[in-house]
């Protein structure tokens, strides 16, 4: 089965966004083993959707579309689908009573012109948009099926997860089934070395690594017809590769660290704080998106200034004179006055040198102290880390997660 | 004139990677007044790479290629251009030797399949490749021009910058100004109905609303000779959606929100300290990580927990127990507690219910109380925001920058 992904919007051809909805959907497509042999992108042109749409349509079995589902007048997927497919657009009365609640729930009233948006093509299966006001909907004709969805990513990958890849799944027999190692506290190359047998020798599953922001993670996949082959074939690959690099690995099902942080403080029954400088609430941003965080988190002093590190956390002005904000003793003050200060279990305590500014030959940008406490158990850290300021403070929030993860399991020394 | 981006690489149609170099060309283009009209991905395949690139030819002035120049059988990118355009290959004596230095200053041998990259289409122009040992060139064939160019961004940009853009300014004598106007407390179709008889009358400059998380943004565009023509043809129309919008504008150059809030405390010299419930520390990172946030911003107390508003912000436990922690009076003691606590100059208090769990009839998830001091002028609102957690707590960061932005231009109440 092929399927081509046909991206509208003028603010992709004018360089304001790029394409991620393109990448996004061919990773979900080469998962169900479905080919994607071409990627277009057209601005909001009737005439250049409908000739490139055409052209899509007579080459591959389906074409998911994304964007110009808006209410405005340049958003003219849906029309031109329509006139292309020869269906009418039918009004849902119960799709603009659901746009109407979407406004009256921000006290707003409905504009006309969103009315637009309650429209869909005759005889199509409606991909509901709990996030946003353009639904999007699947269209079957003969052999072709054309799939259009929303531009915003946050609306599109919820519906395209909920509705679109199910319907796919249905439609090619064979299942993909993924694992997902989890990987923290190696290089990729490391990695790729260590596991480099396996990967060039195996092709069902599949083994494949790849890194983003400090973590990897390898997708062992298996091509088969259910869930029992799927076992088969992936557990022994599994356990092979955690055989070989043991604690390094944090998750076999995609879960962040802070997600296994998480799951580890609740299964031990322990509470969360956390006391951070250079990371400025990132670390506590992170555990608290997870829904029932209240549960595992107790509360976060953001001691930016020095002031503030004196006066909540009870860091003397000594230790920040005679060693400086960015320390070991600076870090294991700010942790002591957390555990003393808070009810909780587990704290963490994170300082450093984000840049671009205030590095120094002897303290450089990229340093980072992060104590750690487990109950009774102390760890602190001194790491030199690499990158611009998003890129030291997003490794450091792992780093102080992963010291967190190895405190609670009783393998920090590994 | 009119410009197509041709990607090659099946690692694209994979989604192993986004076709970040199409936005990248895009927006350069843009710059230089070259209309966009097509990006088209296709895999390292030469039949659909030979079929997608006559039709480029056919429709398109200029078609810029990207990726496919490596050593290896599978790219054929050159390949195909030169069969394309009837070209021979040439062997550049001068491009072997340069990738023969290039392995030779990483102590490494050229492999003999990299003597496949110093051949190039006759007559073309050399674009010099000093990253990588992948040369572009620019094919002129009567009115038509293909630019090729490697995919490696780090290789191709460079490359870009410092030949083709030159070429490309020389052959258009236009450029193309944008002002980036960004709007928050308004509705998209709101603001499209505002100003729509703007955005049909004009068309230079353009004028083109679009929305992402909760904010909008205008793009104005002039196409024109110089930067004093572009002041002419967009002074007028910026000042006149301004005047339309008032308040609600809050950038005219692109800035984010808490870029604006930066900006403001420290042209004012203000400081500013948050208390955060279920934003969980989102305001305080969002601010945080703006290079140089330590001169405006002193500390934030993250209060998840009851325990935590009472001990570290002084809130009663009676207001706890008869309003509830999600109340305006929780949200007042918070920033009473903040403004007593700290030196701060500038304080927000956020709580509210981000769900999925923890709402209930009277207090639904969604449910937001914001207050807010500039030195000694006080706000509190209530919100009822829509989405996942997510969106709640990302909205909620929104308004209470919003909030911040408007205490201390003194119209809070507009």
């Not at 997902?180 to 490391?190: C, R, V």
């Not at 195996?202 to 869930?227: F, K, L, W």
């Amino acid at each position: 089965m092929t399927a081509e992904i046909l991206a509208v919007g003028t603010e992709l051809l004018m360089g304001q966004i790029a394409n991620t909805n393109a990448q996004y959907l061919s990773r979900r497509l080469a998962e169900l083993g479905i080919n994607v042999y071409f990627h277009t992108v057209v601005g909001d042109n009737p005439a250049r959707l409908e000739e490139t749409l055409k052209r899509a349509l007579n080459r591959s079995d389906i074409v998911i579309t994304t964007g110009g589902l808006g209410p405005t007048k340049d958003d003219l997927t849906k029309e031109t689908i329509s006139k292309t497919m020869n269906r009418e657009l039918v009004l849902h009365e119960d799709i603009l009573d659901g746009i109407r609640n979407f406004f009256a729930k921000r006290h707003r009233k409905m504009a006309e012109i969103n009315k637009k948006q309650a429209y869909l093509p005759e005889n199509s299966i409606v991909i509901p948009n709990p996030n946003g006001t353009a639904p999007g909907c699947i269209i079957e004709e003969g052999e072709k099926t054309v799939i259009m969805l929303p531009g915003p990513p946050k609306e599109m990958q919820p519906m395209f997860e909920a509705t679109v890849f199910k319907y796919l799944k249905q439609r090619t027999g064979v299942i993909l089934v993924s694992k997902m190692l989890k990987i923290f506290g190696i290089g990729e190359s490391d990695l790729e070395t260590r596991l480099m047998d396996l990967i060039e020798s195996q092709n069902n599953p599949t083994i494949a690594p790849y890194a983003s922001q400090g973590e990897i993670t390898v997708r062992v996949t298996a091509r088969c017809s259910d869930h029992n082959e799927a076992s088969a074939l992936l557990d022994p690959v599994v356990s092979e590769i955690k055989s070989r690099l043991g604690v390094l690995v944090y998750s076999e099902d995609g879960q962040s660290l802070e997600e296994v942080v998480f799951n580890l403080l609740k299964e031990n029954g322990l509470v969360m704080a956390t006391a951070e400088s250079c990371t400025g609430g990132l670390l506590s941003e992170r555990i608290t998106d997870i829904p029932g965080s209240s549960e595992i988190f107790e509360r976060a002093y953001i001691t930016y200034a020095n002031r503030a590190k004196v006066e909540d956390l009870g860091v003397s002005w000594d230790t920040l004179n005679k060693y400086g904000a960015v320390s070991h003793q600076t870090a294991m003050e700010m942790l002591n006055g957390l555990k003393q200060k808070t009810g909780a279990s587990v704290g963490v305590a994170i300082t450093g040198i984000a840049g671009p500014g205030g590095g120094t030959p002897e303290k450089p940008v990229g340093l980072v102290f992060i104590a750690a406490y487990v109950k009774d158990r102390f760890l602190c850290r001194k790491f030199e880390l690499m990158g611009n300021r998003e890129r030291v403070r997003n490794d450091a929030c792992l780093h102080a997660l992963d010291m967190t993860r190895r405190l609670i399991l009783g393998v920090e020394q590994q």
